[in-house]
C-alpha cells in the first residue's frame, strides 16, 4: 500500500503515566478517564487542510516504555512533528525526554529549525506540593533544546487545543489549518494556520 504523503504526522513521546494518552484523547475526542492503561501504540487522525488541500493529522501516542526502540526510530524517522511530554509531578519523566530528544536530532539531523517539537509539562493541575519540576526549569529546559515549551492539563482540558495549534503554527514547510466539528475556535496566525 503506497504511502500517503498528504498526511501530517505528529509523534507523542514521554515516559509511562505522564498522560499522552489523556492528552491525545482530549484533543482527539474531547474525553478524559482517570484510570492509567499503558500503551504500545496508538494512533489517532483527524481531517485538517494542508496547502489548501484536505489531508489527514496522524497522531501517533507512543508507548511509555523503552522496550520497542524499533517502532520509536520509525516513528521518528516518519514524523513530521514531536511532542515531547514530562509530567510536572515527575522530575524523573524529564529526565528520560533527554534520550529521546538525542534521538530525534541523531535521526532528523542536528539543525531541526524546520521541525516543529514542543516540550510538554502536562498535569499542571496538580497542587503546588506535587509538583517537582516548575514552569520556569520547564521553559529552561526547552530553550536549552531550541524547542518551545506548554503547561498543558488533559484533565481540566487547559492548552490541550492550544498545544496542537501552536505545533502547526510552527510549521514552515507547508500551510496546515486543523478542522474540529467545522467551528472556529482559534484565530488565524499570519494566514497560515488556522484551528477550526
Given at each position: 500500500?503506497?504511502?500517503?504523503?498528504?498526511?501530517?504526522?505528529?509523534?507523542?513521546?514521554?515516559?509511562?503515566?505522564?498522560g499522552?494518552?489523556?492528552?491525545?484523547?482530549?484533543?482527539?475526542?474531547?474525553?478524559f478517564?482517570?484510570?492509567?492503561i499503558?500503551?504500545?501504540?496508538?494512533t489517532?487522525?483527524?481531517?485538517?487542510?494542508?496547502?489548501?488541500?484536505?489531508?489527514?493529522?496522524?497522531?501517533?501516542?507512543?508507548?511509555?516504555?523503552?522496550?520497542?526502540?524499533?517502532?520509536?526510530?520509525?516513528?521518528?524517522?516518519?514524523?513530521?512533528?514531536?511532542?515531547?511530554?514530562?509530567?510536572?509531578?515527575?522530575?524523573?519523566?524529564?529526565?528520560?525526554?533527554?534520550?529521546?530528544w538525542?534521538?530525534?536530532?541523531?535521526?532528523?539531523?542536528?539543525?531541526?529549525?524546520?521541525?516543529?517539537?514542543?516540550?510538554?509539562?502536562?498535569?499542571?493541575?496538580?497542587?503546588?506540593?506535587?509538583?517537582e519540576?516548575?514552569?520556569?526549569?520547564?521553559?529552561?529546559?526547552?530553550?536549552?533544546?531550541?524547542?518551545?515549551?506548554?503547561?498543558?492539563s488533559?484533565?481540566?482540558?487547559?492548552?490541550?487545543?492550544?498545544?496542537?495549534?501552536?505545533?502547526?503554527?510552527?510549521?514552515?514547510?507547508?500551510?496546515?489549518?486543523?478542522?474540529?466539528g467545522?467551528?472556529?475556535?482559534?484565530?488565524?496566525?499570519?494566514?497560515?494556520?488556522?484551528?477550526?
Amino acid at each position: 500500500m503506497p504511502e500517503q504523503s498528504n498526511d501530517y504526522r505528529v509523534v507523542v513521546f514521554g515516559a509511562g503515566g505522564v498522560g499522552k494518552s489523556s492528552l491525545v484523547l482530549r484533543f482527539v475526542k474531547g474525553t478524559f478517564r482517570e484510570s492509567y492503561i499503558p500503551t504500545i501504540e496508538d494512533t489517532y487522525r483527524q481531517v485538517i487542510s494542508c496547502n489548501k488541500n484536505i489531508c489527514t493529522l496522524q497522531i501517533t501516542d507512543t508507548t511509555g516504555s523503552h522496550q520497542f526502540p524499533a517502532m520509536q526510530r520509525l516513528s521518528i524517522s516518519k514524523g513530521h512533528a514531536f511532542i515531547l511530554v514530562y509530567s510536572v509531578s515527575s522530575r524523573q519523566s524529564l529526565e528520560e525526554l533527554r534520550p529521546i530528544w538525542e534521538l530525534i536530532r541523531e535521526i532528523k539531523g542536528p539543525d531541526l529549525t524546520q521541525i516543529p517539537v514542543m516540550l510538554v509539562g502536562n498535569k499542571c493541575d496538580e497542587s503546588a506540593e506535587l509538583r517537582e519540576v516548575s514552569t520556569s526549569e520547564g521553559q529552561g529546559e526547552a530553550g536549552s533544546w531550541g524547542v518551545n515549551f506548554m503547561e498543558t492539563s488533559a484533565k481540566t482540558n487547559h492548552n490541550v487545543k492550544q498545544l496542537f495549534q501552536e505545533l502547526l503554527n510552527m510549521e514552515k514547510t507547508r500551510n496546515v489549518s486543523l478542522q474540529l466539528g467545522n467551528k472556529a475556535t482559534g484565530r488565524v496566525a499570519k494566514d497560515k494556520c488556522d484551528l477550526m
